[in-house]
């Protein structure tokens, strides 16, 4: 008895090193990573999303009349809120093509609503309308940081992916390189977009964005 324990511990010794020599170990803490990122980069989306409807109650007392407006933004939100990614579906480049576009249709909504503050003299000194605004710039430079943590762990990971003699553990796990942002000016990716809006115009560092290398977009930040 003693000796078949002995035999199990030092099969079970030699299996973990074996696992932790090939590389099994790194790639599940940087898969782990990658979601925990992912995680945030939606949870700040949804946060912009929840500041929608009190933005567009507070432009409304003052722009009633804006409605083709209104109704963009409402048309994005609701776009957006129906494109999700889930851990499960990280590696479909279509996913992320498609997530993008609907986050980008939500920027662009917000840009021209925030931009009616420059037309309306009372809206823009609004207490609460100024609050909604500093809530958004925060929130919007929230979603720059949280890409950029994905972008970077998501090419760490895909880089272990690839690279031999880890590539064959992941063949073998069936862990496959993740979708990545990838957006027409890389400048976007470090600067938040602007919502203070001097000139009645927005720059979204969200702007137009095309999917990437790698998640299935189920319908439903």
């Known amino acids: 008895m003693k000796n078949f324990k002995k035999l199990t511990f030092a099969a079970l010794l030699a299996s973990s090193l074996s696992l932790s020599g090939c590389g099994y170990n790194t ?3 940087q898969d782990e990573q990658v979601t925990a990122s992912w995680s945030e980069v939606v949870n700040q989306y949804q946060r912009r999303a929840d ?4 933005l567009v109650a507070v432009v409304q007392r003052y722009a009633e009349h804006e409605r083709e407006v209104f109704t963009q933004v409402a048309s994005a939100r609701a776009a957006a809120g129906t ?3 889930t851990p499960e579906t990280l590696n479909d480049p279509n996913a992320m093509k498609q997530y993008q576009e609907a986050q980008a249709q939500m920027t662009g909504a917000l840009s021209r609503l925030m931009a009616i503050s420059e037309r309306y003299p ?3 000194a609004d207490a609460m309308f100024q609050d909604l605004q500093a809530q958004l710039e925060g929130t919007e430079n929230r979603i720059t940081v949280a890409r950029q943590r994905y972008i970077q762990d998501v090419q760490g990971y895909n ?3 690839r690279q031999f003699p880890t590539n ?3 063949m073998v796990f069936g862990m496959d390189p993740k979708a990545n942002f990838t957006v027409e000016n890389e400048r976007q990716i470090s600067t938040a977009p602007t919502v203070n809006f ?3 115009s ?3 560092a969200s702007g137009t964005a095309t999917g990437t290398n790698t998640g299935t977009a189920t319908s439903g930040q």
């Open 202 to 204: 927005a720059a979204g």
């Open 168 to 170: 064959l553990t992941a």
């Open 51 to 54: 500041l929608v409807p009190n």
């Open 198 to 200: 001097d000139n009645g």
């Open 159 to 161: 880089t272990t992916v």
């Open 122 to 124: 009372d809206l823009k």
């Open 83 to 85: 494109v999700q990614i």
């Open 27 to 29: 790639l599940q803490a």
